[in-house]
């Protein structure tokens, strides 16, 4: 597994939001302007905390930096190349290689195994399955969980279960994670103990984590925090 500098330094730009925005068609003919301006630079190894009222846009937010949704305006760069004029499968390429994605429920496949759950995203990249089993392995020993390999989901607890996505984000080596209330369906005590686990591997491995949470004890723990306040993503 190769290992990052460890915290944030200049020049290593991974992910640019530049002047984003973003507005939905509402029932009355008008649109709702949900992000009306959002800039952020984001580089290896850290990690930021993404804030905001309820439906003040932090999920609209990730899903257009990690380029499942496109905005109405703005530029995303990942690595320093420009997105938005990219056809569909050059944007599937992208995120498949350079993104990894955690959200509030696991969706984990509930018939695999832990270890297959963190082989398949490999191969479905084209590795063969005895070339992704040491890096699952390796991650999910990273995770806490070497003795639960074989385990389906349903036979986990929800931070265990919570451990494996994080790992299957991880699986392909991404340089970006994306996570949308990684913590947020865990109790005080199994949240404190993954966001640990995960600040560990997310300044280890060098990777540039955003990441949306309600949680201000969990966001004050982070390199810094964002708030998006009135459709404007400020610093925090
Ligand atoms: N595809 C869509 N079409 C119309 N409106 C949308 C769409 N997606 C999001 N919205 C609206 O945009 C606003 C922001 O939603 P979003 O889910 O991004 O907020 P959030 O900050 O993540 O909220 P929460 O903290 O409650 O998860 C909401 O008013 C939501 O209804």
Redesign the pocket.
């Known amino acids: 597994m190769s290992r990052g500098s460890g915290h944030a330094q200049n020049g290593n730009v991974v992910l640019e939001l530049k002047d984003i925005r973003q507005s939905?068609?509402?029932a009355d003919g008008g649109r709702?302007e949900?992000i009306r301006h959002a800039d952020l630079t984001l580089r290896r190894g850290e990690m930021v905390a993404l804030i905001?009222?309820?439906?003040?846009?932090?999920?609209?937010?990730l899903?257009i930096a990690g380029m499942l949704?496109k905005p109405s305006g703005g530029e995303i760069l990942v690595d320093g190349q420009a997105t938005a004029a990219l056809g569909d499968d050059a944007r599937t390429r992208i995120r498949r290689e350079k993104m990894g994605f955690v959200y509030q429920y696991h969706h984990l496949l509930p018939e695999f195994s832990a270890l297959e759950n963190v082989v398949i995203p490999q191969m479905i990249a084209g590795e063969t399955r005895r070339a992704a089993e040491p890096r699952a392995r390796e991650l999910l020993e990273r995770v806490g969980l070497g003795q639960r390999l074989g385990h389906r989901p349903g036979k986990l607890s929800g931070g265990e279960q919570q451990r494996v996505a994080i790992a299957r984000a991880l699986a392909n080596a991404p340089g970006i994670l994306l996570a949308?209330?990684p913590t947020g369906n865990l109790d005080h005590h199994t949240s404190d103990a993954v966001f640990r686990m995960l600040s560990d591997l997310v300044h280890d491995l060098g990777v540039a984590a955003l990441i949306?949470t309600?949680n201000l004890d969990i966001a004050q723990k982070m390199d810094r925090a964002v708030t998006?306040r009135d459709g404007e993503l400020v610093t925090a």
Do not use: N, R, W
């Open positions: 939905f068609p509402q709702l949900v905001g009222p309820s439906g003040s846009g932090k999920s609209t937010l899903h949704e949308d209330e949306a309600h998006l």
